[in-house]
């Protein structure tokens, strides 16, 4: 740990970001136009080239950490629209999970209180499953009881604004959990073995989306199991700076998965399966899990990815249907899957598929950013729903279950018609119309 002549600690530790990856920065700014914070902003120090020198200043000791330069840090919604514009090959993800990581392992002491509340709630709630369970049985509860149709109705205006806003955040948990473990499906001669991540949440909040993932890889012929001990991806713990907590959450997994002996572990959730896909680098550090965590990286497949690539199109059924695609940010940009969604949606007989002018552009919801973020988060979803409502269509579809909440909150509290559904779910949809 190095103390600058300026008398403040600077990025620290083995996430430290690295100069060269700083250094392919041309400062060109063909990344500007991507970036939602940008446009919502106009604001230099809201765009990637902004906040990457920041980051370099920090590193080279000639700006110092302080809470207004955290907030630039904080502001962005780690969607990566920016790498895909960037001619140069800057890899801004890594490099701005790097600098909160480092600035999270300790150079920086005084760190603004909200930081340290997403990390508390991280760590003891989301990385928890009895918390989580115990929360969303609350939930649904909450749903059941009648008591949320009452507070979105009458009683709501009698709570304060702040309090309405945040409940209508909240999902409505109207399905049984997912909570299926061990084999899920066991088709006749199985053309593949494959292991489904369960997640922290998904069971939970869209249990549809498992129960689809399942039926679809069964009548692709999949043996699917779920492993028991399986845990939280870590995506949150990494965007948010933890490393330590993501690290051992990739550990676990990597036991868990390893144990199921498995030919893909496929994920419905984007921003899982880009984390998950990126455990070779989160561990190349740990002498036990560094090169466990390349064959485990490499055996991740996003749903949608993986049956793109098996034989699908017997059997489907006619939808009649008009839908638009949100391509999820680390979908697109992250794991640079852009056209196995399409081709999945293009497959079933009926569907007419409506492309928004920017598919590829953030909904907002980048995990917990919608709630620590609110208002930047609302800014960026307004254009989105405008571009939703520009496409005529009845269902919007995505690939991670943050847009799936964010679009639907956003439709519901707009007043505008359609459901809100991951492609797999329309596929399933479409096996069942020709009675598969
Ligand atoms: S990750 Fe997204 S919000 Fe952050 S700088 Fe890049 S484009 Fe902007
Ligand atoms: S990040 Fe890439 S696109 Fe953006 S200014 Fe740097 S080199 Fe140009």
Redesign the pocket.
């Known amino acids: 740990m190095t103390t600058s002549p300026l008398n403040f600690v600077g990025f620290t530790g083995e996430d430290t970001p690295a100069l060269t990856d700083l250094q392919n920065c041309i400062h060109c700014g063909f ?1 500007l136009p ?5 446009i919502a902003t106009g604001q230099e120090l809201e ?2 080239r902004g ?1 990457l020198h920041l980051i370099r200043n920090v590193l080279d000791q000639k700006v110092a950490p302080t809470d207004r330069l955290l907030g630039h840090l904080d502001l ?7 790498e895909t514009a960037c001619p140069s090959g800057v890899p ?2 890594r490099i ?1 999970e790097d600098a909160r990581a480092s600035i999270v392992a300790g150079g920086i002491t005084k760190r603004p209180a909200q930081w340290t509340l997403r990390m508390l709630l991280l760590r003891h709630v989301i990385a928890k499953p009895n918390m989580v369970v115990g929360i969303f049985s609350l939930g649904r509860l909450y749903t059941r009881s009648g008591l949320q149709r009452l507070v979105r109705g009458p009683l709501g205006r009698l709570l304060p604004k702040r309090l309405r806003w945040l409940e209508a955040q909240a999902p409505v948990l109207a399905t049984p959990p997912y909570r299926d473990r061990g084999t899920v499906a066991s088709p006749a001669a199985p053309r593949a073995r494959v292991a489904l991540l369960t997640g922290c949440m998904h069971g939970d909040l869209y249990p549809q989306t498992h129960r689809a993932t399942v039926r679809v890889l069964e009548r692709i012929g999949c043996e699917v199991v779920a492993p028991a001990d399986q845990a939280c991806c870590g995506a949150l713990h990494s965007h948010a700076g933890d490393a330590e907590a993501a690290r051992d959450l990739a550990r676990r997994n990597i036991e868990a998965f390893e144990a199921a002996k498995v030919d893909a572990i496929i994920v419905n959730a984007a921003g899982c399966g880009a984390a998950m896909k990126e455990y070779d680098r989160l561990l190349r550090h740990d002498l036990v899990f560094a090169k466990r965590a390349e064959h485990f990286s490499h055996k991740v497949k996003d749903v949608l990815e993986f049956i793109a690539e098996q034989p699908f199109t017997e059997g489907l059924g006619t939808l009649d249907v008009d839908v638009t695609l949100q391509d999820s940010c680390h979908l697109a940009h992250a794991q640079k899957i852009r056209e196995a969604p399409r081709t999945l949606l293009r497959a079933i007989p009926g569907l007419r598929l409506h492309e928004m002018k920017t598919p590829d552009r ?1 909904c907002g919801a980048a995990g917990l950013y919608s709630m620590v973020q609110s208002d930047m988060s609302r800014q960026v979803l307004a254009p989105k729903l405008e571009d939703i409502a520009h496409t005529g269509a009845q269902v919007v579809c995505t690939s991670n279950l943050g847009c799936t909440m964010q679009i639907e909150v956003g439709l519901r509290r707009a007043g505008m018609p359609g459901r809100v559904s991951h492609v797999v779910e329309l596929l399933d949809e479409s096996y069942t119309a020709a009675g598969r």
């Open positions: 990344c991507s970036c939602p914070t940008y765009s990637p906040r962005c919604l780690q969607c990566r629209a920016c801004y993800g701005m953030c």
